[in-house]
């Protein structure tokens, strides 16, 4: 009830918004959407309508990640293409063929015209608080800091990116890529804050998120915890993980596991 009564509240005020856009805060941020075929319409739209409303002055990357189904992708690719260039702050990188998250993610730290970056699913929604949120919570002067413990909305600084280095492409499909950074910023001495709030939530329920067919042709409802098992498989030959300290490991917070490890090649 609280997010329909928030989607009238924002009818009414946009305008008003859109007329104060000038009167923000004079702090640069690149804002990075990650999606792809399926959340066009009911996800992506819908967000980047109220992003542009609320950021009108940042730059804004959408990466649209390429799809099995090659056809529809043509399509979908068109529509996109259409969509973002209505907005004259809204980049838009496309693919044909399935990229793994980590190459998306990389990509738009990559281009990123700014220090801090903040990193989104698509299947988000946020209220006109996000702002407020991003700007005077304290979430922007960190260097790596999660929303709601969750790395489905993050924010992450040019500065970690290269003293850490990129998310790991090894990981070809999605899934296992903040628990592979979180390790490697763990073995650094680099803490993750993270910073509550209520202005963003998660917009899909569990069973609309596990698609049949997803980007790499893959049933979701058939993969471990909905994520990939080939991401799964990469990571488990990589880390050496489990509950008890074991030599040479370090702890992990957070992590379904405690303790990591590199394993030896």
Known sequence: MG???EELHWTI??????KLSKNKPNKQITIGVTTFMD???????PLIKKLVALFPNQQIVVIANGHVKQE??????????KFCKKFPNVELITYVEPRGLSHLWNSILRISKNTKVLLLNDDIQIKLGFLKFIY???IFDQEIATINSSWSHFLISKKIFQAVGPFDEGLKEIGGEDDDYAARLAFKGIKIEDFSTQSIAGKLRR???LLRCNSYGK???????GYSSVNSKYLSDKWES????FDGAVIVPKRSNRYWKLRKK
């Open 13 to 18: 005020v946009h305008p008003i918004f859109i």
């Open 72 to 81: 529809e992708q043509k399509k979908y690719l068109d529509r996109i293409t």
């Open 207 to 209: 069973k609309r998120r």
């Open 242 to 245: 489990s509950m008890e300290y």
């Open 136 to 138: 005077f919570s304290g």
């Open 219 to 225: 049933d979701m409802s058939m993969e471990p915890y």
């Open 39 to 45: 959340r066009f319409n009911n996800c992506l739209k």
């Open 3 to 5: 997010w329909v009564l």
